[in-house]
């Protein structure tokens, strides 16, 4: 193991935040508005980390765990996503199941965190994070599969270097159809517009910002940061597959995908300001579309 | 094998002892309860000596029962469902311990402690048989203990029909049985296990036994009775029932292949078809049950449906010679068996806690637990993610075993297996989702907010009779998760016995998935460094800040009561109306109207669509055509004993003219 296998996991710890800063730059632009600063999120956990916290007198332990535990699975998560062909600091045959579970691990104790303030809309905002969740996995788990039966591999690293330019030329409908089921798993997953509205938790139409409500002080700083972190390392799933560069020379595949991934949030934010979110009872059909596009995948490659 | 045997004795024995003690019951409690202890741990040695390597021990005498003979052995398959049979029925022995003795109902303990010690011998005896009469009384009385456990609170109206239910279904399941093995003997001319082989028409035999074997394992749809049955009897009865003894059937079916030879090849297709509707219904209907332990059976069913994926895929591996898949397959699906019986013993024994604390098992009654009973709260945390399948407990640990094999045999290009792999990943990934959804409810709901009645706002922890079992299954569900890759070792003679391979390509295949699982332990120690660290961040952020309390926050709404919060039923609305066509949720709604509303209401209750639409209007159409024969059956007993003499006369006339 060499020092340049901490290099996705680091990119991903340092730079996750800059993608919403970037997302929500690019909806201010497109709004006319100048915008917050780039580094915003940074400064928003930063100014969270050094206030105090205020806790509901229904709460116990669970409450103040699930930020923690959340946080946890995130950077456990991180180590095993590899970055611009770079492999992962952990890389084994079975990782990408690890990955999944862990994302479901972030979501047990957010939702239980959620319960414990025995709040009503946090309440409302668990029940729709776990059903959305419960049909978002199998999109995401076929898309994998479709990509591990295309590389013949079970680790994340050797699946998503296996993803090259010649391998595009050849499967292009595949990668394409497992990539367009992934965009909806990123999207559904981070809670972004068209399933969820990251701007507001005042409304009846809320389901990841409502959940934290009641976080306040660190707590809510270990959120936002484990959900930039959520958001860098699906996008860095769906990146790793769309970006086929593989140059040999390291750097400029670093680089090339971290560009990536600012086209990624430049993506989102204009996804976000062209589009409206959908009514709750239409996000199913969408997440049932997404894993259908995902056996698409599949059967395209059981041919 | 005289361990197992003094063990079988000793509960017996105890059994009858606590029956004769009744009168008093601290000695019924010591005399059952003991023996129930010390015959479970004496059967435990041999179980332990034969997965350790040892060999397999077996006895043969002589029994005056046409075919029958008291044949058992210990092999390595057996020791495997031993091993959970034992270990959890001592801990829910002692749990029942306190748990009776708190019943406070006047009824004596004796009977429970009689019947259950009965369970656990047959239960034993069903897994060691090697004689089909052998076997099939072991499951009779298997059967009847777990009657008489089950009716314990007869006095109760809806008890006495899930009994009914109960019996009804498991009789009709031995009929498979019998059959079964009228067929395998005739081919062999032995009911002795060990003369059973490979059988023409072993696809038949292979259905008889899925039939035969299902209902008392709870596959859809033959899993009515367990709904009922299960949530009616004394928790710890139910820890038992669901934890071990519906794996009773996993382990008949198991056997039977064992016997068959080479199977048709859509044998392990069926098995796949199995798990995927019983563990996809099984799950969503345990997301619509307002009641905790109706909810955690049918989980069970659920998780008998995760083990059937396992052991289909298996047999689908065995025939296309794939060693992987048929390792993996087999080696995923029982090592859930093992892991099902630690996390849902546990949950059960942790509902049989609430419910004695707060005398409901209503859901949405509950609340606030955790604060009220901490420990019982912790443990039930454990078992929920462990039933999950979140990483590092060893729910995990089995499930990935699946996957594995089933990526596996997906990556493999041109594998005969790659279709119902995929079946079998995209059932599992939506299991799993929805898995979450039905435990965080479960915990949420009981266990955090505000108590939702009186009863709970008292709840209070049990005694340590009630506790220590619940925490060691707890930390069972840890270890296991935590030492799977020396765990998984002691699999593969059971392995080799099962898919018949040789112990190179076992154990190759063991070692190789030892590898993995050696990964997940090097990032489950990651994992619990990163949450130190991260704890020990929040605690220095927090450090000499102002930390304060107040109410929770409702934007704004002064007075929130314990009524205002999420319920079970809402937290699960949007699965149940989604999933409506499946589980046809009733939903009764009285609308507040005009402009002063003073009463309104909402209620939604999902009952078995099978048992709705299946077993009610099949039993009500034989009910009717039988009904025209009732006039044979009028109470008079000379007419009764006319009708006997008259058949023996018709049987003597048979025989007199066929000769």
């Known amino acids: 193991m060499s020092a340049a296998a901490a290099v996705p996991a680091l990119l991903a710890l340092a730079l996750a935040p800059l993608l919403l800063g970037v997302t929500s730059r690019t909806k201010a632009v497109m709004a006319g508005r100048v915008g917050r600063p780039l580094l915003q999120p940074y400064f928003d956990v930063l100014k969270l ?79 729709r994070e776990v059903t959305f969740a419960a049909l978002a996995e199998p999109a995401l788990l076929l898309g994998l599969a479709a990509v591990a039966r295309g590389t013949g591999s079970l680790s994340l690293s050797t699946m998503l270097a296996g993803a090259t330019g010649p391998v595009w030329a050849e499967s292009a409908p595949v990668l394409a159809l497992v990539a367009a089921a992934l965009v909806v798993v990123f999207l559904a997953e981070n809670g972004r517009i068209p399933v969820d509205d990251p701007a507001t938790h005042l409304e009846l139409t809320m389901i990841h910002e409502v959940m934290v409500l009641d976080h306040g002080g660190p ?64 996000v199913p059909n969408l997440m049932v579309g997404a894993t259908v596009l995902s056996v698409l995948a599949l059967l395209l490659t059981v041919r | 094998m005289a361990a197992l045997l003094l063990g079988i004795g000793l509960l017996v024995g105890g059994g009858f002892a606590a ?60 020791a ?14 002692l749990y029942g311990a306190e748990y009776m003795a708190a019943h406070g109902d006047g009824r004596a303990p004796a009977t429970t402690c009689f019947f259950f010690n009965l369970l656990v011998a047959s239960m034993a005896l069903v897994v060691v048989a090697r004689n089909a009469v052998l076997f099939l009384v072991a499951w009779e009385l298997m059967a009847l203990a777990s009657f008489f456990l089950v009716t314990h609170e ?79 009897a004394p928790s710890h009865v139910s820890a038992v029932m669901s934890g071990v003894m519906i794996t009773t059937g996993l382990y008949g079916l198991v056997r039977t292949v064992t016997f068959l030879g080479p199977l048709p090849v859509w044998a392990g297709w069926v098995l796949i078809a199995v798990g995927v509707t019983s563990g996809a219904l099984g799950v969503l209907l345990a997301i619509a049950q307002h009641d905790l332990k109706r909810l955690l059976a049918y989980s069970s069913v659920e998780n008998v449906g995760i083990v059937a994926l396992g052991l289909g895929l298996g047999l689908v591996g065995v025939q296309a010679g794939s060693a992987p898949l048929a390792v993996l397959g087999f080696g995923g699906g029982l090592l859930h068996v093992v892991n099902h019986a630690l996390f849902k013993g546990l949950l059960f024994l942790g509902a049989g806690a609430v419910v004695r604390a707060a005398g409901t098992r209503d859901i949405d009654a509950l609340g606030g637990l955790l604060k009220r009973m901490p420990r019982t709260g912790l443990a039930f945390l454990v078992g929920a993610a462990a039933i999950s399948g979140l990483p590092f407990l060893n729910g995990f640990v089995g499930e990935l075993l699946i996957y594995m094999g089933a990526l596996g045999a997906a990556t493999s290009p041109g594998s005969a297996g790659t279709v119902p792999a995929l079946v079998v990943i995209a059932a599992l990934a939506l299991m799993g989702g929805l898995a979450v959804a039905c435990f965080t409810k479960a915990f949420g709901v009981i266990f955090l ?4 009645s009186e009863h709970a706002a008292r ?158 209007p099949a039993f009500a159409g034989i009910e009717r055509s039988l009904s025209a024969f009732r006039w044979l059956q009028h109470g008079r007993v000379q007419l009764y004993v006319l009708y006997i003499a008259l058949t023996l006369l018709a049987v003597l006339l048979w025989r007199l003219g066929e000769a």
Request: aromatic residues 10%; charged residues 15%; neutral net charge.
């Open chain 2, 449 to 452: 907010g505000e108590p939702r």
């Open chain 1, 49 to 127: 980390m050094r206030k105090g916290a205020v806790y509901s007198r229904t709460t116990t332990w669970v409450f103040r765990a699930g930020p923690v535990v959340g946080l946890a699975s995130m950077i456990l998560a991180a180590a095993l996503v590899p970055f611009g062909g770079v492999p992962a600091l952990v890389a084994f045959p079975g990782d990408v199941l690890l990955f999944v579970y862990l994302l479901a691990v972030g979501r047990f104790f957010t939702v239980v965190a959620a319960l414990d303030t025995g709040s009503s809309f946090e309440g409302m905002g668990a029940s």
């Open chain 2, 459 to 616: 709840a209070r922890d049990p005694g340590l009779a009630m506790q220590i079992p619940m925490q060691i299954l707890a930390a069972a569900c840890l270890l296991v998760g935590v030492c799977s890759p020396v765990l998984i070792g002691l699999l593969a003679p059971v392995l080799v016995q099962v898919t018949g391979l040789p112990i190179d390509a076992v154990q190759a295949e063991v070692t190789r998935m030892a590898h993995t699982l050696g990964w997940l332990v090097a990032c489950a120690a990651g994992f619990l460094g990163l949450v130190a660290l991260t704890a020990g961040l929040r605690r220095s952020l927090l450090s000499g800040r102002s930390v304060t309390a107040a109410v929770t926050w409702d934007c704004g709404y002064a007075q929130p009561s314990p009524r205002m919060q999420y319920t079970g039923s809402s937290f699960a609305q949007p699965l149940t109306e989604l999933f409506e066509p499946l589980l046809g949720t009733r939903r009764r709604l009285s609308p507040p109207e005009g402009f002063f509303p003073s009463a309104a209401a909402f209620a939604s209750e999902t009952a078995d669509p099978f048992r709705e639409h299946l077993y009610r």
């Open chain 1, 219 to 282: 707590d809510l700083a270990f959120i936002l940061y484990g959900a930039t972190l959520k958001l860098w390392l699906l996008g860095a799933l769906l990146v790793g597959l769309a970006v086929p560069i593989h140059t040999g020379n390291a750097w400029l595949d670093v680089a090339a995908a971290t560009a990536g991934m600012v086209a990624l949030a430049v993506l989102l934010g204009l996804v976000e300001s062209q589009m409206a979110r959908l009514r709750l009872v239409h």
């Open chain 2, 19 to 78: 029956l004769l003690a009744r009168r008093s019951v601290r000695w019924t409690t010591f005399l059952g309860v003991g023996s129930a202890i010390a015959g479970c741990l004496a059967g435990l040695i041999p179980a332990g000596r034969v997965l350790l390597g040892g060999a397999a021990p077996s006895l043969r005498m002589a029994w005056d029962v046409p075919y029958g003979a008291f044949f058992v052995q210990v092999d390595a398959l057996s």
């Open chain 2, 80 to 93: 495997l469902f031993l091993l959970p049979i034992f270990g959890l029925s001592a801990l829910a022995a």
């Open chain 2, 154 to 232: 007869d006095d109760d109206e809806r008890v006495r029909d899930a009994g009914w239910t109960y019996l009804i279904a498991t009789h009709l399941g031995t009929a498979w049985l019998l059959a079964l093995f009228i067929l395998l003997g005739r081919g062999a001319d032995s009911l002795d296990f060990d003369r059973f082989g490979p059988a023409s028409g072993a696809g038949l035999l292979f259905l008889l036994a899925v039939v035969g074997f299902g209902t008392k394992a709870g596959f859809v749809p033959f899993h009515v009775w367990l709904p009922e049955a299960h949530p009616a």
